[in-house]
């Protein structure tokens, strides 16, 4: 079996019980590892993650200060790969910036890119999903929405660019931190305040850009997302599924692939509710 999961915003300072909620999380992997085989992990599992050049020797018995608030799952990465499952780490749009170091202690699998590839003999597709955005799709919406759109992809572009990333890795890690959980922060609570329900097939971005790749006769089973904190599970006309997996501190929800090809969303029982 394969499993899904994304966006479980570990260490969110929104959260009001972030030790109780890292448990639940590892409690959920360690159900997961009963009975896969591989697990993905699509982006966001922190709300903030930053590894300093200051934190390049640390090791995952004696984790850089920062990093002793996740010493539960890094524990729990550490025993899913060493039991023989394959862990497949996505960045998100919150935790861009591993620089090796929860490779090197963990042992998952970092992908910065969307990626694709076959399980059971479905053809797979996998990403975060922030920065998928259909060609010609902005040309479709209100000048206002454009805009945010735009600055989003500017900010997303400076995240991802060499000389800011090193840069900010100079900086002493708690000044570095502080500043990220808050700009985390209120960027979770904005969500909160303010949530994007779904926007209907004809305009959810994901969706459209999972059409696209179909139209463009790059064909796939299942596409599989994080981001939008929307639980959907769509067929398209042409066969293909699209998921976008929820989170995991709100909704509780993931994915699985069962040997046979057949995939479904699931939701955990949390002990936290």
């Known amino acids: 079996m394969v499993c899904f999961l994304s966006d479980a915003h570990l260490g ?4 009001a019980d972030p030790e109780a909620h890292q448990r639940e999380v590892v409690r959920l992997l360690g159900l997961m590892a009963e009975k896969a085989e591989v697990i993905c992990l699509l982006g ?8 300093y050049l200051w934190e390049s020797g640390a090791t995952l018995d004696n ?4 990093k002793k608030q996740f010493a539960g799952i890094l524990k729990c990465l550490k025993d899913l790969t060493d039991s023989g499952i394959e862990v497949h780490y996505f960045i998100g749009n919150h935790d861009i910036w591993t620089f090796g170091w929860l490779e090197k202690v963990t042992g998952v ?14 053809k797979v597709l996998m990403a975060h999903g ?21 600055a989003f992809m500017r900010l997303r572009a400076f995240f991802h660019h060499p000389v800011p990333q090193f840069l900010f890795r100079l900086l002493p890690p708690r000044w570095g931190d502080n500043f990220g959980y808050e700009w985390a922060r209120r960027s979770r609570q904005k969500e909160i305040d303010n949530p994007c329900p779904y926007k209907g097939e004809n305009k959810e971005e994901l969706v459209l850009y999972a059409k696209e790749q179909e ?38 929800t ?4 069962d040997k046979n ?6 939701y955990h029982e949390t002990h936290t509710r």
């Not at 993931?254 to 692939?257: G, I, M, R, S």
């Open 12 to 15: 969110s300072r929104v959260i």
């Open 44 to 51: 966001d599992i922190f709300d903030f993650w930053y590894e």
């Open 63 to 66: 984790p850089p200060a920062g």
């Open 109 to 122: 699998h970092v992908h910065r890119t969307l990626w694709e590839t076959e399980f059971y003999g479905k």
């Open 130 to 150: 922030d920065g998928l955005v259909p060609q010609d799709y902005l040309q479709s919406l209100p000048v206002e929405i454009q805009r945010k759109i735009r």
């Open 215 to 252: 139209l463009q006769g790059r064909h796939h089973d299942l596409y599989v997302f994080g981001h939008r904190h929307i639980e959907l599970d769509l067929e398209l006309a042409g066969g293909s599924r699209v998921l976008v997996l929820g989170d995991c501190f709100r909704q509780w």
């Open 254 to 257: 993931y994915a699985q692939l």
């Open 261 to 266: 090809g057949n995939i479904s969303m699931q």
